[in-house]
Nanobody
Framework: QVQLVESGGGLVQPGGSLGLSCAASGNIVSIGSMGWYRQGPDKQRELLATIAVSGVTNYADSVKGRLTISRDTAKNTMYLQMSSLTPEDSAVYYC???????????WGQGTQVTVSS
């Protein structure tokens, strides 16, 4: 079992920046790639970025240049730094961890990000 806890969400003004964290606990050694998703009101959950154990990252085209995913294996924590935020970025942001060599994935409980003046 893996437990994921997101933090760092909140209210930010348009054009602002915000950083999210995802702390992992439990069977950490089983974790392979990790990622960030978001789900806005009346929208499907959307993949934003992933980071492999090797540190290789991939981003959705819609967020390239504005989001940066990173991972501190020593702290068992993944991060998402967001900049140039717009109201369209308002959503619940989720972290995801995939177990190596399996189809098992774990999700955090989500953290709300609201971009508004």
């Amino acid at each position: 079992q893996v437990q994921l806890v997101e933090s760092g969400g909140g209210l930010v003004q348009p054009g602002g920046s915000l950083g999210l964290s995802c702390a992992a606990s439990g069977n950490i050694v089983s974790i392979g790639s990790m990622g960030w998703y978001r789900q806005g009101p009346d929208k499907q959950r959307e993949l934003l970025a992933t980071i492999a154990v090797s540190g290789v990252t991939n981003y959705a085209d819609s967020v390239k240049g504005r989001l940066t995913i990173s991972r501190d294996t020593a702290k068992n924590t993944m991060y998402l730094q967001m900049s140039s935020l717009t109201p369209e970025d308002s959503a619940v942001y989720y972290c995801n961890a995939r177990v190596r060599f399996s189809g098992i994935a774990y999700w955090g409980q989500g953290t709300q990000v609201t971009v508004s003046s």
